[in-house]
């Protein structure tokens, strides 16, 4: 495996209590541009805020209690009881 | 008592070349009667093999299964590959193996509750008193003691992720592509010099220790190689298969913070050089990704295809803690007390 996916479909996954995973073709950059060179096909981007290598996780999630859903939060639809 | 430092003879050549080490010496009769048959052709062992000693951390049994799954990893100077699947060799490891996991199983506690195997796995991870290697580490720790652990850590490490691909063929759909996914990182995402065992070997050339397989079997002590040895067992049998990935799934998921501190406690050091620190710092950020991988799309998503399985997964997250928490008190007491944890 490379970090050439073949045009694969980039995908975003949100997984409980963590972080986001994107797979595929995909690229991290500044808003100037500049590539994050992520060394690796699927990352691990971080999602509660606390990591010390940001953009990407380092684990930190867990010491601090993160907590969210792994669906969409916020605009809930009135049958959807999930809370995270 | 002594340092870390290879011995004499097992001299740190210039050259990275793959080398094999010779056989360790052995340290009671079940690794005596290892070590003296290797050294000859393959050939019929004594039927009975049993150990006097605590299966859980007993030198002599340890490193003879040690031995016995070596065979199938990078093998021994002068040790006959054919070895590897001699039948008599096989029921050794074996009964060694059983009576390993015998007493292993005997010592873990009640199985938390939880909504899934994930929530499990966190409760498991949550109810762990162990103390943490890492921790000490980076507040206590002497260079000494840093050069100790590495050659600890060595056993398993310079063949990271091997014992693991005998599992892939027992798994199907979403947990197997979870598994090729962790496993093609450590592999180097296909590039040599980013595999994590070269990454380790690195880290070790860079700090003039020895960097060749089994070059301080003679240092660890039993408690290091039932680590090493429990992996290779839950990767020796398909019935095993769910413990594995239980095993595999918490070594992923406390592996970030452990070596976020590794590499912090190596920098306070002063020994931050960019090629001691990058096994370190790439763990960091490849186990974060490994962490959600493999608890909720390896392990979770296997004990969804195969509940009757998922209790053995949780089983082989609390055998993984057992044997890194008495890893773990056995090189902490040591240190406290001014101690080498190594043997001598």
Redesign the interface.
């Known amino acids: 495996m490379t970090e050439d996916q073949g045009g694969a479909e980039t995908v975003i996954t949100l997984y409980r209590d963590g972080p986001l995973l994107v797979r595929g073709n995909f690229r991290i950059a500044q808003p100037d541009g500049t590539t994050i060179d992520a060394s690796r096909a699927t990352v691990a981007l971080c999602r509660c805020g606390g990591s010390r290598t940001r953009p990407f996780c380092d684990g930190t999630h867990r010491l601090i209690g993160f907590r969210a859903t792994c669906g969409p939060e916020g605009r809930r639809r009135q049958d959807d009881s999930d809370e995270g | 008592m002594t340092p870390t430092k290879a011995n004499p003879s097992n001299t740190v050549t210039a050259e990275p070349e793959p080398v094999r080490c010779g056989l360790p010496g052995p340290v009671g009769p079940l690794s005596a009667l290892l070590v003296d048959a290797l050294a000859g052709g393959p050939r019929g062992l004594p039927g009975e093999a049993t150990s006097l000693g605590n299966p859980l951390d007993d030198a002599d049994l340890h490193l003879a299964l040690y031995l016995c799954f070596e065979l199938n990893y990078h093998g021994f100077a002068g040790v006959d590959s054919d070895w590897a699947d001699e039948p008599s060799l096989l029921r050794v490891r074996r009964l060694l193996g059983e009576q390993f996991l015998a007493a292993l199983t005997g010592n873990l506690g009640p199985l938390p509750d939880g909504a899934d195997v994930?929530d499990r796995l966190?409760a498991i991870i949550a109810a762990d008193d162990s103390p943490s290697i890492a921790t000490y580490l980076l507040q206590h720790a002497t260079e000494e003691q840093v050069r100790e652990l590495l050659v600890h850590r060595s056993a398993y490490l310079l063949k990271e992720a091997d014992p693991h691909v005998r599992v892939l063929p027992w798994l199907r759909g979403r947990p197997k592509a979870a598994l090729v996914?962790i496993l093609?990182?450590e592999y180097g995402?296909?590039r040599a010099e980013r595999m994590h065992a070269e990454l380790y070997a690195r880290c070790l050339r860079t700090l003039g220790m020895d960097w060749r397989e089994n070059a301080y079997l003679d240092r660890l002590p039993g408690v290091t190689l039932a680590t090493v040895n429990l992996t290779s067992l839950l990767c020796a049998r398909p019935r095993w298969r769910g413990a594995l990935l239980g095993h595999l799934a918490v070594t992923e998921?406390t592996?970030?913070?452990a070596n976020?501190r590794y590499a912090a406690a190596l920098r306070r050091l002063h020994l931050g050089q960019r090629d001691v620190i990058a096994y370190f710092d790439?763990h960091?950020?490849?186990?974060?990704?490994h962490?959600?991988?493999a608890a909720?799309d390896m392990a979770g998503a296997f004990a969804r295809a195969e509940p009757q399985l998922a209790e053995s997964v949780l089983r082989g997250a609390q055998m993984l803690l057992h044997v890194e928490g008495a890893f773990a008190r056995h090189v902490i007491n040591s240190w406290a007390a001014g101690a080498s944890s190594l043997r001598g």
């Open positions: 994930p966190e996914e093609a990182d995402g296909g998921m592996s970030s913070e976020r790439e960091v950020l490849a186990d974060a990704v962490d959600v991988v909720h």
